[in-house]
T-cell receptor, first 114, second 114 residues
Framework: LAKTTQPISMDSYEGQEVNITCSHN???????ITWYQQFPSQGPRFIIQ???TKVTNEVASLFIPADRKSSTLSLPRVSLSDTAVYYC???????????????FGKGTKLSVKP | DTGVSQNPRHKITKRGQNVTFRCDPI?????LYWYRQTLGQGPEFLTY????????KSRLLSDRFSAERPKGSFSTLEIQRTEQGDSAMYLC????????????FGPGTRLTVL
């Protein structure tokens, strides 16, 4: 599985756009990029997944350059409730080989201030 | 609520005691996963079921740990002779067999071993 590197923490203010970049230099051809969000004392929650270019849903956008060695999660106009840990994961569509377990790093702790 | 549920939410036990946690996945999901998460770290994979078959176990899952999913529905995770190092959040997740990498996590069971 490709290793990912992301900032340990980020600070932002309400109403700002937040971009969290994840590096995955060894991404394989079959790998997808997925982001999860985790609030304290809760399980992670799927945010978005993409393979290339741009993916957008009601929560976030995911930008993936042509070489796919990095990706950027973009959260528009964050609010206090977006304070959470964000995990970038890279793997094939079923992850972890044939079995599907997710491999999490330490994630990025986003703090949104008023 | 049709999400993943876990019971109990909190468990405090003394070292050497046995504990059992239960996970009820989303009803139509074939796959069920157990993860463990300690403070400041991302979740770590423990084991995985496809229907009632336990298909993979992490090396983190020592002989004191056992998991079952007897009828392919709910699952239990038992820890025998608990140690202080077992203190963690135990997360359960489920997904469809053909799920595109999206796993649905429960709220977790926080275990404290005194």
């Amino acid at each position: 599985l490709a290793k990912t590197t992301q900032p340990i923490s980020m600070d932002s203010y309400e109403g700002q756009e937040v971009n969290i970049t994840c590096s995955h230099n060894n991404i394989a051809t079959n790998d997808y990029i997925t982001w999860y969000q985790q609030f304290p004392s809760q399980g992670p929650r799927f945010i978005i997944q993409g393979y290339k270019t741009k993916v957008t849903n009601e929560v976030a956008s995911l930008f993936i350059p042509a070489d796919r060695k990095s990706s950027t999660l973009s959260l528009p106009r964050v609010s206090l409730s977006d304070t959470a840990v964000y995990y970038c994961l890279v793997g094939d569509r079923n992850y972890g080989g044939s079995q599907g377990n997710l491999i999490f790093g330490k994630g990025t702790k986003l703090s949104v201030k008023p | 609520d049709t999400g993943v549920s876990q019971n109990p939410r909190h468990k405090i036990t003394k070292r050497g005691q046995n504990v059992t946690f239960r996970c009820d996945p989303i009803s139509e999901h074939n796959r069920l996963y157990w993860y463990r998460q300690t403070l400041g770290q991302g979740p770590e994979f423990l084991t995985y079921f496809q229907n009632e078959a336990q298909l993979e176990k992490s090396r983190l899952l020592s002989d004191r740990f056992s998991a079952e999913r007897p009828k392919g529905s709910f699952s239990t995770l038992e820890i025998q002779r608990t140690e202080q190092g077992d203190s963690a959040m135990y997360l359960c997740a489920s997904s469809l067999l053909a799920g595109a990498g999206e796993q649905f996590f429960g709220p977790g069971t926080r275990l404290t071993v005194l």
